[in-house]
């Protein structure tokens, strides 16, 4: 089974609107933790917000949000108010708590559009 | 803050020859863990290094072999080349194995 699903290989916003990208997982860990990277065209991962499994509150870092339901085990990012620059893929990843990796899913292509 | 680096940028190879990778941490981060990120798709998880000793490998066979050294830098080796190794490798580094930060990435071609 895939450890995390994005069903979403495409999305568009227009510029100043928010989105959200959709990730699901899958662990029978009961600790873990949830990361959201963003790849621009020139290829660096470039980490972007984290949730642990325990965190009682839902992860912020400026303009962007984790929506963490763990009963759904869904992690979905929320980008406010977007910007052009925001164009990227965007890959979820979980680590399990004995694991030394991250499991990345296949990512979402963000469009924004002036 | 130095962050993570990787030479060369880009290589191309031809299949059955071998290719060597390097990565430099960010400073204070004991940790490297390398990727292989085919087009289109997600990072997977090749093995990490933690003081200098393989800490974890991922579904990969034995000619992906790799390096940390005592300043923490690593190496990834690729013995007999295949098209299908053809990819952006990625490290990451990280202190004791928590948030890793990437590298720019090293896009192989193998022809």
């Known amino acids: 089974a895939q450890k995390i699903t994005q069903t979403q290989p495409g999305m568009f916003v227009q510029e100043k609107e928010a989105v959200t990208l959709d990730c699901t997982y899958d662990?029978?860990?009961?600790?873990?933790?949830l990361f959201w990277y963003k790849q621009p065209s020139s290829g660096e991962m470039i980490f972007l917000i984290y949730?642990?499994?325990?965190?009682?509150q839902n992860a912020t870092e400026g303009r962007y949000s984790l929506n963490f339901q763990k009963a759904r085990k869904s992690a979905n990012l929320v980008i406010s108010a977007s910007q052009l620059g925001d164009s990227a893929m965007y890959f979820c990843?979980?680590?399990?708590?004995?694991?030394?990796?991250?499991?990345f899913g296949t990512g979402t292509r963000l469009t924004v559009i002036p | 803050e130095t962050g993570v680096t990787q030479s060369p940028t880009h290589l191309i190879k031809t299949r059955g020859q071998q290719v060597t990778l390097r990565c430099s941490s960010q400073?204070?981060?004991?940790?490297v863990s390398w990727y292989q990120q085919a087009l289109g798709q997600g990072p997977q998880f090749i093995f990490q290094?933690?003081?200098?000793?393989?800490?974890g490998r991922g579904n990969f066979p034995p000619r992906f072999s790799g390096l940390q050294f005592p300043n923490y830098s690593s190496e990834l080796n690729v013995n007999a080349l295949e098209l299908d190794d053809s990819a952006l490798y990625l490290c990451?580094?990280?202190?004791?194995?928590?948030?890793?930060?990437f590298g720019p990435g090293t896009r192989l071609t193998v022809t």
């Open positions: 990451a580094s990280s202190l004791e194995g928590n948030e890793q930060y």
């Open positions: 662990t029978s860990d009961p600790s873990y933790g």
């Open positions: 949730q642990g499994s325990y965190d009682q």
């Open positions: 990843a979980m680590r399990e708590y004995e694991a030394n990796n991250l499991f």
């Open positions: 400073s204070g981060h004991n940790t």
């Open positions: 290094y933690y003081r200098e000793e393989e800490n």
